[in-house]
């Protein structure tokens, strides 16, 4: 996670970071579960919704690696 992304996180309230840290924890088994969707003209980056927040991640299949880039309202997020 980059330091970013967690600082965002951390300033969310407590119910929404237990749903974010739940649903990374998940990302770490299975980075391309159903409900995640590639974004266009972004690269290799992907994005899962967590109610009105979304998480923002890359995937690097060659190190198994899940970085997560952005944490944010959904309003927010894509600037």
């Known amino acids: 996670m980059t330091p970013e992304a967690r600082r965002n996180m ?4 407590k119910e929404v ?3 974010i840290d739940a649903c990374i924890q998940a990302l770490a088994e299975n ?5 995640t969707v590639k974004l266009k003209g972004g690269g290799e980056y ?5 109610g009105d927040y979304r998480i923002i991640y ?4 060659d190190r198994l690696l899940v970085i997560v880039i952005r944490i944010g309202h ?3 997020v894509y600037r």
């Not at 951390?10 to 309230?13: D, E, I």
């Not at 992907?46 to 967590?50: A, Y």
């Open 31 to 35: 980075p391309r579960p159903a409900r």
């Open 46 to 50: 992907w994005r899962v919704r967590i």
């Open 17 to 19: 970071v237990r749903r």
């Open 74 to 76: 959904r309003r927010q």
């Open 10 to 13: 951390l300033a969310l309230p």
């Open 58 to 61: 890359q995937i690097q299949d």
